[in-house]
């Protein structure tokens, strides 16, 4: 599979053309599904679903001019013919995959079966923003309540050997200062990269390369002692 992990969807001139490079032709000739699951637990999670989808966020993805546009809602995938869904994932060219809340997103990847699915989609393209991003990881950590709080380390969907923590130093969003990462990305068994709104990040054929207008930091994970 090929990911473009984005902190704030595709926020400039170099992550639209890493996405173009990734798809292989023209957004106009490509189909692609919106996945808004992760929102629905914030307040007014509906609305924003709504606003992701009819391209009407602060997040560009929907409105980039797709060839067709549909809607992957996670939560019904299991009640469902399954034959259905997965073929429509088949057929897409993208896969834009919304923020919101990383755990609820987790928990619904695994059950829908779509988690299951994503490592034999070796052409797609997954276009995460956010907690769609952070989700990919093999571990990723957390505090929406209090920032001071320490990160809850969870287990991510593992299509990439990095974690990720998005909206670095954004004023929003004070658990992803600098400093915050840095003593989350000590907790944790990767590299963590601490991604700006205008930075992305490019994986294919297990290459990666920060895409960024902005500012990013790779953490390492500190030695564990014998």
Same mark, same amino acid.
């Given at each position: #599979?090929?990911?473009?992990? +984005?902190?704030?969807? !595709?926020?400039?001139? &170099? !992550?639209?053309?890493?996405?173009?490079?990734?798809?292989?032709?023209?957004?106009?000739?490509?189909?692609?599904?919106?996945?808004? +699951?992760?929102?629905?637990?914030?307040?007014?999670? $509906?609305?924003?679903?709504?606003?992701?989808?009819?391209?009407?966020?602060?997040?560009? #993805?929907?409105?980039?001019?797709?060839?067709?546009?549909?809607?992957?809602?996670?939560?019904?995938?299991? &009640?469902?013919?399954?034959?259905?869904?997965?073929?429509?994932? =088949?057929?897409?060219?993208?896969?834009?995959?919304?923020?919101?809340?990383?755990?609820?997103?987790?928990?619904? #990847?695994?059950?829908?079966?779509?988690?299951?699915?994503?490592?034999?989609?070796?052409?797609?393209?997954?276009?995460?923003? &956010?907690?769609?991003?952070?989700?990919?990881?093999?571990?990723?950590?957390?505090?929406?309540?209090?920032?001071?709080?320490?990160?809850?380390?969870? =287990?991510?969907?593992?299509?990439?050997?990095?974690?990720?923590? $998005?909206?670095?130093?954004?004023?929003?969003?004070?658990?992803? &200062?600098?400093?915050?990462?840095?003593? #989350?990305?000590?907790?944790?068994?990767?590299?963590?990269?601490? !991604?700006?709104?205008?930075?992305? !990040?490019?994986?294919?054929?297990?290459?990666?390369?920060?895409?960024?207008?902005?500012?990013?930091?790779?953490?390492?994970?500190? $030695?564990?002692?014998?």
């Amino acid at each position: #599979m090929k990911l473009l992990l +984005t902190s704030a969807g !595709i926020k400039n001139a &170099s !992550i639209h053309n890493a996405l173009l490079d990734l798809l292989g032709k023209p957004i106009a000739e490509c189909n692609a599904l919106c996945i808004p +699951t992760a929102i629905y637990p914030f307040p007014s999670g $509906p609305a924003m679903a709504y606003r992701f989808i009819s391209g009407s966020t602060s997040n560009p #993805m929907s409105e980039l001019g797709w060839k067709s546009l549909g809607v992957l809602e996670l939560t019904a995938l299991p &009640s469902i013919n399954k034959e259905y869904w997965v073929a429509a994932v =088949q057929e897409a060219d993208a896969l834009l995959v919304y923020g919101g809340d990383v755990w609820y997103l987790s928990r619904w #990847m695994r059950e829908s079966g779509l988690a299951d699915l994503l490592p034999s989609l070796h052409e797609t393209v997954y276009v995460g923003v &956010s907690a769609g991003s952070m989700v990919t990881a093999p571990v990723f950590g957390e505090t929406y309540d209090d920032p001071e709080a320490p990160f809850v380390i969870d =287990q991510g969907l593992g299509l990439v050997d990095f974690a990720l923590v $998005p909206h670095l130093n954004h004023g929003n969003h004070p658990e992803s &200062s600098a400093a915050k990462v840095e003593r #989350m990305a000590a907790e944790v068994p990767v590299p963590t990269y601490g !991604i700006d709104d205008q930075t992305a !990040i490019k994986v294919t054929g297990g290459v990666v390369e920060v895409v960024s207008e902005g500012h990013w930091e790779l953490f390492r994970p500190e $030695p564990r002692t014998p």
